[in-house]
């Protein structure tokens, strides 16, 4: 939402990332990421999996970082 961004604007930059997505990266080592929609579920059967895979993450990190540089900022 937009009074997220501009509360996380304080801590770190913020962008637009246009992606209907939800992970975190940990370390470089460990993914966690969101299996549903959450505009499209309620809250309380929402659902992730926590992946330690340096191999993987690096992967899915590059990619996000690709993107990164085309997004627009907040």
């Known amino acids: ?3 997220a961004a501009e509360l996380l604007k304080n801590y770190g930059e913020v ?3 246009e992606l209907n ?3 975190l990266i940990a370390d ?3 993914i966690t990421f969101m299996l549903t929609d959450d ?3 309620n809250a309380s059967y929402d659902i992730g ?3 330690k895979s340096p ?3 690096q992967s899915i990190s590059a ?3 690709d993107k990164w540089k085309n997004m627009r900022q907040i």
């Open 21 to 23: 997505s939800r992970f």
């Open 28 to 30: 470089n080592k460990i």
């Open 39 to 41: 505009s499209k579920l």
């Open 1 to 3: 939402s937009t009074d």
């Open 49 to 51: 999996v926590n992946v």
């Open 15 to 17: 962008r637009d990332a």
């Open 63 to 65: 990619l996000f970082n």
């Open 55 to 57: 191999f993987f993450v």
